[in-house]
């Protein structure tokens, strides 16, 4: 079973500036997917083989995406972060086609932003470290949560300016069984 926590980040200025571009290249990647999808679709849509992109072709996207000159500032991003944008893009179009959310939107720099470290992250004590951020994050840490369980975390930032990271853990705690007798 899975366990979320959320947790306020408390970043330096520099720490910052680096979320920051991760922000950016997160939205650009969503929204550079987005319109490759769409113009994909009015191409294709008569045809009957296939009409639409998945991750796969997406992210065969981002490589070519990465070569260009006008892009080649996406390669400061930690990879795996670009390719979890690409993974929720897909289950967002999967989410729309079987009718359980509407059709993904364009991200915008105003609105809340984030991106998702699925791996090489590290926490001591109410220190969060991740990949190319150097000197570690504080984090306020309110409640004890399985540090060695951590699957992925997501970072945060809100309109008002404020950090989070939601962490996803496997929950260790056994599970109650309960059994109810009828007479």
């Not at 079973?1 to 650009?28: H, I």
């Not at 996207?61 to 893009?89: G, P």
């Not at 086609?97 to 991200?107: D, E, G, L, R, T």
Request: charged fraction near 30%; aromatic fraction near 16%.
């Amino acid at each position: 079973m899975l366990t979320a926590y959320k947790f306020r980040l408390y970043p330096n200025e520099k720490q910052q500036s680096l979320f920051s571009k991760y922000f950016g290249c997160s939205r650009v990647v969503w929204n550079k997917a987005l319109e490759l999808r769409e113009e994909y679709y009015k191409e294709h849509k008569n045809d009957k083989q296939k009409k639409g992109l998945n991750y796969y072709d997406t992210a065969r996207f981002l490589r070519e995406l990465k070569q260009k000159d006008e892009y080649k500032w996406l390669k400061e991003a930690n990879s795996q972060s670009l390719q979890q944008t690409l993974m929720d893009l897909d289950k967002a179009f999967k989410a729309f086609f079987k009718s359980i959310s509407k059709y993904p939107k364009y991200k915008k720099k105003t609105n809340r932003q984030s991106f998702r470290v699925p791996q090489f992250f590290n926490f001591d004590d109410n220190v969060l470290y991740l990949p190319k951020m150097g000197k570690g994050i504080k984090m306020e840490v309110h409640r004890e949560f399985p540090r060695d369980k951590v699957r992925q975390l997501t970072i945060t930032k809100t309109p008002t300016g404020k950090y989070f990271v939601s962490l996803t853990a496997e929950d260790v705690t056994p599970l109650l069984v309960y059994r109810f007798y009828v007479r």
